[in-house]
């Protein structure tokens, strides 16, 4: 086996040496989970404005339910999905297992409750004068909500910083439900599984150099919101 | 800022309406191959299915998954074809009426690696059996796949001919592929079981050593199998044909043949062999 110093540096050359299978899983990596994030992120902030402001029965069992959720193992919601999705089970007719789009629901599922929990917690922290001074002045609900999300933007950022950072380096589900197929659904996670298993640690390292930075630059990006806008 | 809203839905619908449609889950271009780690990590399926693609215009989605996986894959219609070793289990498969057109494709053969020390001496044993044996009496950690993979069946049906049940300390079920068991026995000085592609594509990066080989017990033949299309109509048989059609022929095999890893040849193609010739391996 190689050092672990040679490993990182041909991981470095393989990066920089435009190696497009690397990159094409990059690629993948980054378009599944945008995707992801895109079409999970309205309806949960909607779902965290209901549970913050709305007054109905099951509110606060919901609040505890989403909660909760925040950590379900990810290969829990992949084989939840591989049996809801496969051929055999009830939305087996739209054949999605194995394609990305089975890997984005899987995301989606992921995120969804980080998204709700860490934008209620934001929401709760607002005034609520906002919404109630906004109504009284005669804006729409979009409109009164549109003001309320400005107010709390940065923790709602922060929510959508944190979904993010959690589904791109998550495996288990992208695994499961991908089936980690070449040039299709082999994202940087899955890709590192498999390149670990056939002892190539080089592209392992590499694949991995790229998340942390990646990671990185969200928390980072992270801690400047939640301070508001300063870095200090 | 309110006046973008409308661009926001119309935006989030069109993210989510791509759903439905980025997974182009009933193209008929695509097929889905379940098989085993061992034809993925060795490297031959990414050596053999471009060739085939440029010919065929097929695209080939391989899922790489122990062979118990791939044939529940197949059973569930998952997947279009299935590319497995564990005749008893292929068997099984055709006869439930899961997959039809099943044709060997090739072989390679099971070896017994295991730590340089050799503490059971297991490179003194003259067969298979008496191998697992050895293993068995000296209490010498051996790590099975325990994955339910062609590779864990078989290792099975050797410890079930030898008489010993393996449930000591000593036995560990990893519960992971070929590559991942060879580098936890390897870490662990532990002896396995292994498909000869697999270490051959791994030995430089193993400490362990080849000790136990030859053995006719130690066949490990490699069989393609289509999903019946009459359990799923809709299923891409026609893409399932056309791989086992290209794989098995004259063309296929050659190539298979001609696979390398280093100076070693990974897989004997067989489709065209006489099944006699299949028997006798060294």
Known sequence: MDSLSQAFLNSLLLLFSGNSEIWEIIGISFRVSTLAILVATPPALLTAFLLTYGRFPGRRLLISIFSTLLSIPAVVVGLTLYVVLSRQGPLGDWKLLFTQTAMVLGQIALCFPILVAMGHSALQASDRRVWETARTLGASRPRALFTLFREVRFGLFAALLAAYGRIIAEVGASMMLGGNILHYTRNIPTAIALETSKGEFAEGIALGLVLLVLVFSLNGLLHYLQGKGRWT | ?282
């Open chain 2, 1 to 282: 800022m309110l006046r973008i809203l409308p661009t926001l839905t119309l935006a989030w619908l069109l993210c989510t309406s791509s759903l439905t449609f980025a997974g182009e889950p009933a193209n008929p271009g695509t097929i889905r191959l379940a098989t085993t780690t061992s034809t993925e990590n060795s490297g031959l399926l990414r050596y053999l299915l471009p060739d085939f693609e440029a010919q065929s215009g097929y695209q080939v989605h391989v899922i790489a998954v122990g062979t118990g996986k791939a044939l529940r894959m197949g059973q569930d219609g998952d997947v279009d074809l299935v590319l497995v070793h564990a005749p008893q289990a292929e068997q099984n498969f055709v006869q439930a009426g899961y997959g039809i057109d099943r044709q060997g494709v090739m072989y390679n053969d099971f070896v017994i690696v295991g730590p340089t020390a050799d503490p059971a001496a297991v490179h003194a044993a003259n067969s298979a059996l008496a191998a697992l044996a050895r293993i068995a009496s000296a209490k010498a950690p051996f790590v099975s796949r325990g994955d339910d993979s062609g590779t864990h069946k078989k290792e099975l049906a050797l410890w079930k001919q030898a008489d010993i049940e393996p449930a000591d300390s000593w036995y560990r079920e990893a519960g992971q592929g070929m590559g991942k068991v060879l580098q936890i026995a390897g870490e662990m000085d532990a002896y396995t079981l292994t498909d000869r592609g697999t270490w051959l594509a791994l030995q430089d990066k193993s400490p362990l050593q080849l000790l136990s080989e030859g053995d006719p017990q130690l066949f490990n033949p490699y069989g393609i199998i289509a999903v019946n299309p009459e359990r799923y109509p809709d299923i891409n048989y026609k893409g399932a044909r056309a791989l086992i059609g290209w794989i098995t022929s004259p063309q296929g095999q050659s190539r298979i043949g001609d696979f390398r890893v280093g100076d070693n040849r990974l897989f004997t193609p067989s489709a065209t062999a006489p099944p006699m010739a299949e028997k006798n391996i060294k």
